[in-house]
């Protein structure tokens, strides 16, 4: 309701989509999360799904590897189970920061708020803001998220709004704020307008944008304040 109120292009796709359906999995771990993140890092999904249960098989008969587990294990296993030295890396290293209580439980996580979040988990080697965005969404069920890198969330704004080209990540968190306090839901409809892009059905857009100009402070404009400053 408040998005269609704000909103009313966005409101055509929500009345084309139908209800907001993300449950968060709080019963997954934040370990096991970024884990599962790393393993699918510039893998399609069926690769990954794939390696990612080669990888837990080969940690031993627990449901899920502990972290102690997975930083025992030798690289050698791991290579095996098709995991690349870097994602190797980065999960021991995921498992060291777990065990030191950078990235701790979900109870600890969900006391904290979205940037404090985000701020502890990308110490992590393999984990940038986009990961973490997505953690905050689906396993912390955090409503006001808006991950303006995404290029489904930027791809689904374009066709939605009728634009002719991507538009800027800055411009877009501009114009997302109004969806706030539910940043979360506009960005899974934007992912739907994806599919109903694909599908034929998306509606045209109710009325004609304008993104926000963002400046862009220029180059020569940074070199002469570096010189100024040595």
Known sequence: MHLSRVDPVLAG????TGPFLVVP????????ALA?????????GIAAGTIFKRFIVACGPEPFPAPQTVLAMPQETLRAAGLSFNK??????????TIDGI??????????????IIERLTQVRG????????????????????????????????????????????????????????RSAAAWY??????????????APAE???????RRKRKAAKRKTARRTK
């Open 127 to 182: 984990i940038g803001r986009w990961t973490v965005e997505m953690l905050l969404m689906f396993q912390l069920g955090r409503l006001d998220v808006l991950p303006v890198d995404d290029f489904g969330v930027r791809a689904g704004f374009r066709h939605a709004y009728g634009l002719r080209k991507m538009p800027a990540t800055r411009a877009l968190a501009a114009y997302g704020a109004r969806w706030a306090p539910y």
């Open 190 to 203: 934007l992912w739907r307008a994806q599919e109903l892009k694909r599908a034929g059905k998306l509606p």
């Open 103 to 116: 990235v701790p439980d979900t109870a600890t996580l969900s006391a904290l708020d979205d940037e404090a």
């Open 88 to 97: 190797i890396a980065a999960l021991k290293d995921l498992a060291a920061q």
């Open 36 to 44: 599962r993140a790393i393993t699918f890092q510039q893998l399609n």
């Open 208 to 214: 004609r944008i304008v993104l926000p100009r963002i």
């Open 13 to 16: 796709v929500i009345q084309a």
């Open 25 to 32: 999995d709080l019963a997954c771990s934040p370990f096991q």
